[in-house]
């Protein structure tokens, strides 16, 4: 209940704008993988496979603890919906002026109907795990996201797992050496993974 009543409380301020970010210019795939390995001994009792692919540095200016918020939300997700025995995998590239993370999973996926309200406040697709989550967690996602001008999407499927996608703008100070990785095999991977997961999904 404290958990509850504490998301609808920092929703609604988010909401209201009463909550002012706190922008400071920081390594973002840091951030990735320190949050990603809080989660270590629950992938491990699960016997998850966890596959990381991120850049060395990826600059971002925001609140550091607005973006935690968020892949905190994200990696859960895929842990609590993956069965054992699965896989997750994160993956974070420099594209031009953006930063473009992807959050996968081979766990249950989505029905369409799902998808089209996954973001919505209290929404819950799954009502079998609906007692270790409130349906607010990606509705403070998708808001934290848009105060710091980032954007989410959702590919998935029934059955075949999930795929979240977060770009969010490169610092300023970044942005020129950000400008010869957008061609690169790496860069052009990532643009393949996401086009062959859409025509799948």
């Known amino acids: 209940m404290n958990i509850l009543i504490g998301n609808i409380l920092k929703l609604n301020k988010l909401e209201n704008q009463r909550i002012t970010p706190d922008a400071v210019t920081y390594d973002v795939s840091a951030q990735l993988c320190e949050s990603l390995l809080q989660f270590e001994e629950t992938w491990e009792e699960k016997e998850i496979e966890v596959e990381v692919d991120v850049e060395d540095h990826a600059m971002v200016t925001a609140d550091e603890s607005f973006l935690e918020l968020v892949w905190n939300n994200l990696f859960s997700n895929a842990i609590k919906f993956t069965e054992s025995g699965g896989k997750i995998t994160l993956i974070q590239i420099t594209e031009g002026d953006y930063i473009r993370v992807s959050v ?97 999904k």
């Open 104 to 200: 996968s999973d081979t766990g249950c996926g989505m029905k369409e109907e799902t998808r089209k309200y996954i973001f919505d406040k209290f929404y819950q697709g799954d009502t079998s795990h609906s007692k270790e989550g409130n349906g607010l967690g990606l509705s403070l996602v998708k808001r934290v996201l848009e105060l710091v001008e980032g954007s989410i999407e959702v590919v998935s499927e029934e059955g075949k797992g999930s795929t979240f996608h977060v770009t969010l703008p490169a610092a300023a100070i970044a942005k020129k050496d950000c400008q010869s990785f957008s061609n690169t095999p790496q860069n052009q991977r990532y643009d393949r993974e996401i086009e062959r997961e859409k025509t799948k």
